[in-house]
């Protein structure tokens, strides 16, 4: 119970991995604040569950984040970890669908981290945690908004972690390959159609063709490195990127 007396800010955990890292990080003690869309119902036992505050912020408004934050006060951990997909070839590319990828990836992150870090200097403490992915170290056709999301998380959160290097505030980026969530379910059908294949040909020969370990990342596998990432001495573990992807980016 390491945790006890921090405040972790999740966003999009009402679902996938940043449900699975909202665990991880309740299961050592830290007040947890959980943020996403769903079923009310589901929302509230969830809260229940883990003792959680909730903001249903729509993190594509700066407005609606800066009240957030407003609201949920003290952060001493931020997972930004909310964040969509669209997948189609360039020239077919919705702008609208464009901007809100990279609203939602890269522009939100930006958002949550500059209001939550004069806090955390202040308190000479903080553990910034971007979930980015592979596809922020490699590429895949017919995902341009993602990949370039994803890319630019990385690079932010390079950046930040240099200019917080001695305020006790680290910042690392965890890259998932492939995790069995709803995200990855609902781009099953667009890839069918992109690329002319079936449920299971998508499933095995693009999806998981893409790790050598032929194996989904489990969500609890990434809370376990969030874990990881919040302890003291993961204190000199900043700027990093690390990969959890069945082994995708070592080929
Ligand atoms: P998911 O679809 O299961 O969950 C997404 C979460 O974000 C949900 O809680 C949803 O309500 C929330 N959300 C969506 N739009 C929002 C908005 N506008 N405002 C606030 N919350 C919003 O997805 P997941 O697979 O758990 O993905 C989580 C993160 O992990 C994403 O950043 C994704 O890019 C990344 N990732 C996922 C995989 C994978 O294979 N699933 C791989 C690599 C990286």
Redesign the pocket.
């Known amino acids: 119970m390491f945790l006890k007396g921090k405040r972790a800010l999740i966003?999009?955990?009402?679902?996938?991995?940043?449900?699975?890292v909202a665990r991880a990080l309740h299961a050592e003690g830290a007040d947890v604040i959980l943020?996403?869309?769903?079923d009310e119902a589901e929302i509230a036992a969830l809260r229940e569950e883990m003792g959680a505050d909730y903001s249903?912020?729509?993190?594509?408004?700066s407005g609606?984040i800066e009240a957030m934050m407003a609201e949920v006060g003290t952060v001493d951990i931020l997972v930004?970890?909310?964040?969509?997909?669209h997948v189609a070839p360039v020239d077919e590319f919705p702008p609208e669908k464009w901007e809100?990828v990279i609203?939602?990836?890269l522009t939100?992150p930006f958002h949550t981290t500059r209001l939550a870090v004069p806090g955390m200097k202040e308190r000479g403490w903080g553990r910034i945690i971007n979930?980015?992915?592979?596809?922020s170290l490699t590429a895949s056709p017919f995902k341009s908004a993602?990949n370039a999301?994803?890319h630019g998380i990385a690079g932010f959160t390079k950046t930040i972690a240099l200019e917080l290097a001695q305020t006790g505030v680290t910042a690392n980026c965890i890259?998932?390959?492939?995790?069995?969530?709803?995200?990855?379910e609902?781009q099953i059908p667009d890839t069918m159609k992109a690329r002319g294949l079936t449920r299971d040909e998508v499933i095995n020969d693009v999806?998981l063709a893409k790790q050598p370990t032929k194996k989904?990342?489990q969500?609890a596998e990434?809370g376990a490195l969030a874990v990881f990432l919040c302890r003291e001495e993961a204190g000199n573990v900043t700027g990093a990127n690390w990969s959890i992807?069945g082994g995708w980016t070592a080929e």
């Open positions: 966003t999009g955990s009402t679902s996938g991995i940043g449900l699975a943020n996403g869309f769903g249903g912020a729509n993190l594509l408004d609606a930004n970890n909310a964040g969509m997909q809100q609203g939602l990836n939100a979930t980015a992915s592979a596809h993602y999301s994803k890259s998932p390959g492939y995790v069995w969530t709803p995200l990855i609902g999806l989904f990342v969500p990434i992807d």
